[in-house]
């Protein structure tokens, strides 16, 4: 059967039933909008997190621990070796030859490396006294591994340099412990260690349990508080790509012996649950996509009913049932299609305005615009399973349809 005979029927009934057409495309229309809009929403939001969660941490960290405890030489060959409770009393070893391991590393890293010297301390102020991370960095080289320069609220990431035991603290401690840059704050690390430090600088991560628990300074100072001159127990790495860094962290632990942790094994739980929560939002919207189907379903079930007297002309003149059945399919997808243009309008328009809508935060007292993913995959996506819903709803009410016999039609209508 000619293609264009078939549009040519499908088309005279769509045209001729003006207000059940509009219906159908708005029914698409609407579900195609406002699955674009949660998409862009749902991604957008999401998408702003992790910015916000990688910019805060270098992409890799390797420090000198080691995945799992080596095999004693004894125990391999003997079996003889059963200790327990034992405790470690050694200090942290640190890691090796740290510029020959960077050097190796630059070589065919796609990105950068700075060695810190990281340890756990006490900041006294006022009475209140805080467990910290004191991270001992080299300004020269963080800002090629972090944000922390453009974090910065009060002072810069070279003023550590021009104070004596300068360091920079985050801005929900700052708060905490009612801190302010020029104020001093006496530190207290695991070996008895004390020292009096100067805040030279505020930064705010956005996330809070970094911003509580974090503080900055030099080298030195952390290696002094640790009791261990010239240590360097940690490289903090950043790729160009932050999406490869688990594959980046496998390569360098099997480099260097020492363990890698990505940034995405570091939040594992925390993506899981994204993971979860994708699961649900593409349920959501693809139950938004099939009751928008229904008012197709409904309107080709009517002109079916309708046009029984057609359909049992059509057939009586030789035409198959398969060709009947495509004349309302192409019915419905006609509709659909106009209805997924209109949808893609406005769920664009939806997402401006979504855009355009700022939260106020009342804990950092800031307003956040909400963030919007715009990809054209949501377009073609929605658009496809709209256009596929439709063609099933229009599939079944043809169906039963053209299976009746043009005699009972007719002999019914009599």
Known sequence: MATNLLLSIAWTHVSSRVRQTLVGMFGVAMGVGFTIMMAGLMQGSQIDFLRQLV????????NDERRSVPVQPADQEYAAVAMSNVANVNPRPGIRYPDAVMASLKSWLPGDVAPSARTTAIIDHGG???????????????????????????????????????????????????????NTVLLAGGEGTQISATVVGIFRS?????????????????????????????????L??????????????????????????????????????????????GAMLLSSSFATYNIISTITHEKRHDIAIMKSLGMRE???RRIFI??????????????????????????????????????VPLSIYYSPTHYLATGAIAILCCAIAAFFPARKATRVHPVEIIRGAS
């Open 55 to 62: 910019d805060t941490m270098p992409h890799i960290t390797v």
């Open 128 to 182: 209140g006294r805080i467990g910290v991370t004191l991270t001992g960095i080299d300004p020269r080289f963080e800002v090629r591994v972090s944000k922390l320069a453009t974090q910065m609220r009060e002072g810069q990431l070279s003023d550590l340099a021009k104070a004596a035991n300068g360091i920079i603290i985050g801005q929900a401690l700052a708060e905490k412990l009612a801190v302010k840059t020029g």
């Open 206 to 238: 956005g996330l809070k349990r970094v911003d509580e628990a974090q503080i900055y300074s030099l080298t030195g100072l952390a290696q002094t508080l640790m009791g261990q001159n010239g240590i360097v127990n940690e490289l903090r790495l950043r």
């Open 240 to 285: 160009n790509d932050p999406l490869i860094a688990q594959k980046v962290a496998t390569q360098v632990e099997a480099q260097t012996g020492y363990k890698s942790v990505s940034w995405q094994e570091a939040n594992a739980d925390l993506l899981s649950s994204f993971a979860t929560r994708d699961f649900i939002v593409l349920t959501v919207m």
């Open 322 to 324: 398969a060709s009947v």
């Open 330 to 367: 192409l019915e419905s997808m006609m509709m659909g299609s106009v209805g997924i243009l209109f949808g893609w309008i406005l769920g664009y328009l939806l997402c401006y305005a979504w855009s355009k809508i700022t939260i106020y935060n009342t804990l950092t007292g800031a307003t």
